[in-house]
């Protein structure tokens, strides 16, 4: 996939101190390539999160820039920003009381596209996620199995095609033999669409097994190690690094 038009997104000096003097991420520099699929793993409480939420300004940054395709994220409306980023979380967050045709409609239809063409676009997202909107569009979430949530989920974060596309442990309610269908399939789906992607995962072996590169922090949002999963599991860059790994027992193959 050409990914000469996707935006990278980068952060520099970012910090986010709360009001009681928490700092939840105290100076964080990363560089998100254009079209990777970029992983934030740690312990509980190291920010991660709160990094990801930062670039759609859900979280408001105490300070540093943020910026998507060269462009500083302060600068712009927050709703816009939002509505051109995708926005995966682990619960979905689907409408109950609408169908499934009309959930992915959400954002083209606030964006007042066409009533055709949104019809048209909810059509080839369902069946890009193995949802056929015939069987699946009149349904209402609750009729769904979490695995088929989650996937109308990342159908709607991909309705109006936005170049970035922030996942916050977008796997994390499914189960096991689903959520590794989830991941391949998801894997499969980025490629094809070449979406730069910022991941929130605590799973390293899912970080190993999605990301082009895995960044380690530590509480503070401390970047402790930015690589491939080959250079994140086979040289792990410091004590932290390696005792986070083995965590997870032996570190997985990349």
């Known amino acids: 996939m050409d990914t000469s038009a996707t935006p990278g997104i980068e952060l520099a000096?970012?910090?986010k101190i709360y009001a009681d003097g928490t700092a939840a991420v105290?100076?964080?520099?990363?560089?998100?390539?254009?079209g990777e699929v970029l992983a934030l793993v740690g312990p509980s409480g190291?920010?991660?999160?709160?990094?990801l939420r930062m670039i759609n300004r859900l979280v408001e940054p105490s300070g540093g820039v943020i910026s998507v395709d060269g462009?500083?994220?302060?600068?712009?409306d927050p709703v816009e920003l939002r509505r051109g980023i995708g926005y995966v979380i682990q619960h979905v967050g689907l409408f109950p009381h609408r169908t499934v045709s009309q959930n992915v409609a959400t954002v083209p239809r606030l964006l007042k596209w066409d009533r055709a063409d949104i019809a048209v676009r909810v059509a080839e997202l369902l069946d890009l996620v193995g949802l056929p909107e015939?069987?699946?569009?009149?349904?209402?979430?609750?009729?769904?199995?979490?695995?088929?949530?989650?996937?109308?989920?990342?159908?709607?974060?991909?309705a109006v095609r936005p170049p970035v596309l922030l996942m916050d442990e977008p796997f994390g309610a499914v189960d096991p033999q689903g959520r590794r269908r989830l991941q391949r399939?998801?894997?499969?789906?980025?490629?094809?669409?070449g979406t730069t992607v910022v991941m929130v995962t605590h799973d390293i072996r899912e970080a190993v097994l999605l990301a082009d590169r895995i960044a380690?922090?530590?509480r503070g949002g401390v970047l402790e190690q930015l690589g491939t999963p080959e250079e994140v599991t086979e040289a792990p860059a410091n004590a932290f690094v390696a005792d986070f790994l083995a965590d997870f027992g032996e570190a997985p193959a990349a």
């Open 185 to 193: 399939e998801f894997q499969a789906l980025q490629r094809e669409l």
């Open 134 to 158: 015939a069987t699946y569009g009149p349904r209402y979430p609750h009729e769904l199995s979490g695995g088929e949530r989650q996937r109308v989920g990342v159908a709607r974060a991909l």
């Open 46 to 51: 190291c920010g991660k999160s709160t990094t």
């Open 216 to 218: 380690v922090l530590s």
């Open 13 to 15: 000096g970012v910090r």
């Open 26 to 34: 105290e100076s964080l520099d990363l560089r998100v390539r254009s």
């Open 71 to 76: 462009v500083d994220v302060m600068g712009q």
